[in-house]
């Protein structure tokens, strides 16, 4: 008697355990179900991703197209309503590892530079190669800042907790792309 009653109870929780994963990860996790590319010149372009939850987001990016698979990588804007963030991608490990520990996800300092303007330091969450930053944990006044110098800059430098450069990104065109990303925050978010 004891048996089934152990192995009902085993069951109930089994099943009680898939129903949540399923439903939260309904809840949370909302997927993509569109992407419209609204600017697009040179590495540069702004897209409009649509959300299986009728949400959207707004997202300028550039990528380095010259670069193979395995050493592609990206630097964006992401804005959603209450959710700014500004994000790197790497394929894989490039000089510095900043993907260091890629098995699991964590909180990290994220430092970087525009140019030669002094640097900005984060708490960063790494996930798989993805390193983000919550532009609303800081000021409004400090994204404004960064978001300015994104967008007059020639360079986003990725910097190792020495400020040694991990790696850069031309910002080359950035100024036209946040002036498109402006748009689509007004028109879609």
Known sequence: MRKNNYKTTINLFIVLFLFL??????????EMI???ILYAKGDWEVLLFD???????????????????????????????DLNELAIFYEQAIGGDP??????????????????SPVWSFDAWRTMNWIVMDMNARSKRDFTKIA???????????????????SAFS???SNASID??????NKYL
């Open 171 to 173: 910002l080359k065109g």
């Open 34 to 36: 569109g992407k419209e």
């Open 99 to 116: 993907t260091a520990k890629k098995d699991e996800d964590h909180w990290a300092k994220f430092h970087f530079a525009i140019d030669d």
């Open 180 to 185: 498109h990303l402006v748009r689509c925050i």
């Open 51 to 81: 959300y299986d939850d009728n949400s959207t987001a707004c997202v300028a990016r550039i990528r380095d197209l010259n670069a193979s698979n395995e050493t592609s990588r990206e630097l964006q804007l992401y804005l959603k309503t």
């Open 21 to 30: 994963s399923i439903s939260l990860k309904q809840v949370y996790a909302a």
């Open 148 to 166: 300015n110098q994104l967008r007059r800059g020639n360079k986003f430098l990725h910097l190792d907790e020495y400020y040694n450069v991990v």
